[in-house]
């Protein structure tokens, strides 16, 4: 969902129960997504990527499933561990004339122990 | 491991006075970057900087802000006459590479600004 104001999406989850957070992109010729993590007072902190020509990527305890035909992405996180406990944004690379990055609303995960 | 350092860590600041924030990105990276957060919002994109020059900037980035890589290691950004809308996090962050569609960032810890 869409963020407005304080009003951060949240998820909380039992500690050891998988996670899933969800993002929706709107530019169909994105082809670079990336997930970041940002623990509470720091930076952003990338957690994995995925391109456009797939449809899933694996990393230690996450994986980024992408459906391009709902403009969808999610990120799933096995067994959480309170150290998951975080605001964890999508962001997509945009090559417009420069290069940046564009971050999407963000959703907090509180994990419960 | 190399990191994006910030200082200061908080500023506060009188409406209208001038600020400076100050970021040493990762020594062998190439591209730079500033980002601003509002509390409880999403990172926002302000500007980014190559080759001694500005390589993109948001509607954000008014004349109000401008950025310097004044020697071989520092990269700043400053607001002239700060508003009290520009009360934010502003994180500065590095990519290495020469803006390769799969960068991913590298950020600092961020500079808390508070304008009273």
């Known amino acids: 969902g869409e963020s407005v104001g304080l009003h951060l999406p949240t998820l909380s989850v039992q500690e050891g129960d998988n996670s899933i957070i969800n993002c929706a992109y709107s530019?169909?010729?994105?082809?670079?997504f990336i997930w970041y993590k940002q623990e509470s007072g720091k930076g952003p902190q990338f957690i994995i990527d995925?391109?456009?020509?797939?449809d899933k990527r694996q990393g230690q305890r996450v994986t980024v499933l992408l459906n391009k035909t709902v403009k969808h992405l999610s990120l799933q996180i096995a067994a959480t561990q309170p150290g998951d406990s975080a605001v964890y944004f999508c962001?997509?690379?945009?090559?417009?004339?420069?290069?940046?990055?564009?971050f999407g609303a963000g959703t907090r995960l509180f994990v419960k122990a | 491991e190399p990191e994006v350092t910030q200082t200061p860590s908080h500023q506060v600041t009188q409406m209208g006075q001038e600020v400076i924030l100050r970021c040493v990105p990762i020594s062998n990276h190439l591209y730079f970057y500033w980002y601003r957060q509002i509390l409880g919002q999403k990172v926002e994109f302000l500007v980014s900087?190559?080759?001694?020059?500005?390589?993109?900037k948001s509607e954000i980035f008014d004349d109000q802000f401008s950025v310097e890589r004044p020697d071989g290691s520092n990269f700043t950004l400053k607001i002239r006459s700060t508003k009290l809308e520009d009360s934010a996090m502003y994180f500065c962050?590095?990519?290495?590479?020469?803006?390769?569609?799969?960068?991913?960032?590298?950020f600092g810890s961020g500079t808390q600004l508070s304008v009273l």
């Open positions: 995925i391109r456009s020509n797939m």
């Open positions: 900087f190559y080759n001694n020059e500005i390589s993109e």
């Open positions: 962001a997509e690379n945009q090559r417009t004339g420069g290069f940046k990055t564009i």
């Open positions: 962050a590095s990519t290495p590479r020469v803006a390769a569609t799969n960068e991913k960032l590298f």
């Open positions: 530019n169909s010729a994105s082809d670079y």
